[in-house]
């Protein structure tokens, strides 16, 4: 399970740090660490500990919990499923969740 959510911590690191266009070797000079510490921490193989969790957060401008982020991988199909559940429970917000869609969608 650990080793599970060691890959999947390093996989969302490793995409927030794409996607700030941070080269792998930049990234761990702003942590003070050896490029191959950060790049066991990317591939899953270590956990950064507490100190670096805080560094990493603050050097992608996140809070930590966003950095533990995992549901947006989910396939678009069950996103989708998700969605329709939600709305399925809450009809009273049918009508602001079609207003968000047309606005992101404009």
Do not use: W
């Not at 930049?26 to 942590?31: K, R």
């Amino acid at each position: 399970m650990t080793n599970n959510l060691n890959k999947k911590l390093g996989l969302r690191i490793r995409e927030l740090r794409l996607s700030r266009k941070i080269k792998q070797g930049e990234f761990a000079d702003l942590l003070n660490m050896e490029r191959s510490n950060f790049t066991r921490i990317e591939s899953g193989k270590q956990k950064p500990n507490d100190e670096n969790l805080y560094k990493i957060a603050s050097i992608l401008n996140v809070e930590i919990k966003d950095l533990f982020d995992f549901e947006h991988n989910k396939p678009d199909t069950d996103l989708v499923t998700e969605i329709v559940n939600k709305l399925k429970n809450n009809p009273e917000k049918i009508k602001d969740f079609y207003k968000i869609v047309i606005a992101l969608t404009k």
